[in-house]
């Protein structure tokens, strides 16, 4: 129970740093299809949620066939682990508990390890608001960076995409494919 109340905090604690990191990066404006046509770098957030897990793989391979000459770079967050798939070439960074403050925002030295990579797209496979998942999205200062629509998600995705709401599992991820291409 106390480490139920104690996750809650930190996703508390987590919106707060990510009100704050949308507030200071800049906006820039910037050519939308072009830059999907020259994506050359993707990072994909990985969700850390049972069956997603699986039905997640449908979009990752949709990117793979999109952009199949650009480098995929999947990032696991804590407690997802082995879950994310290893049969598709791309390099895995992991988040560790140690990569977090206490309070379970990333530290500032493992963020910068996303934007000084200089990722096109960023795609968050989260199916509902995960403010850690967006904190990276936000962090790696992609020029695209695609999730699923939600509350708090204006400021960190330029592009949502909103499946019907009886849509649920693997059809969300279907949607989201679609989208992609």
Excluded at 4 to 9: F, P, Q, R
Excluded at 49 to 55: H, K, N, Q, Y
Excluded at 116 to 145: H, I, N, Q, T
Aim: glycine letters at 6%; aromatic letters at 12%; proline letters at 6%.
């Amino acid at each position: 129970m106390l480490e139920g109340l104690w996750h809650a905090v930190q996703k508390k604690f987590t919106k707060i740093a990510l009100r704050k990191l949308t507030k200071e990066l800049p906006r820039d404006e910037f050519d939308a299809l072009e830059v999907w046509e020259t994506v050359h770098k993707v990072l994909v957030c990985w969700p850390g949620e049972g069956l997603d897990l699986l039905a997640a793989r449908v979009v990752l391979n949709r990117i793979r066939e999109r952009f199949p000459n650009a480098s995929l770079t999947l990032l696991a967050l804590p407690g997802v682990g082995a879950s994310a798939p290893t049969e598709i070439e791309a390099e895995m960074i992991t988040v560790r508990r140690e990569d977090l403050s206490f309070f379970g925002i990333p530290r500032k030295n493992f963020c910068k390890n996303f934007y000084d990579r200089g990722f096109d797209l960023v795609v968050d496979l989260s199916p509902r608001f995960e403010p850690l998942a967006a904190y990276f999205c936000l962090s790696s200062k992609a020029p695209l960076r695609l999730g699923f629509a939600g509350p708090l998600v204006d400021q960190v995705y330029n592009f949502q995409v909103s499946p019907r709401s009886d849509r649920l599992g693997i059809d969300r991820y279907r949607v989201l494919a679609r989208y992609i291409g």
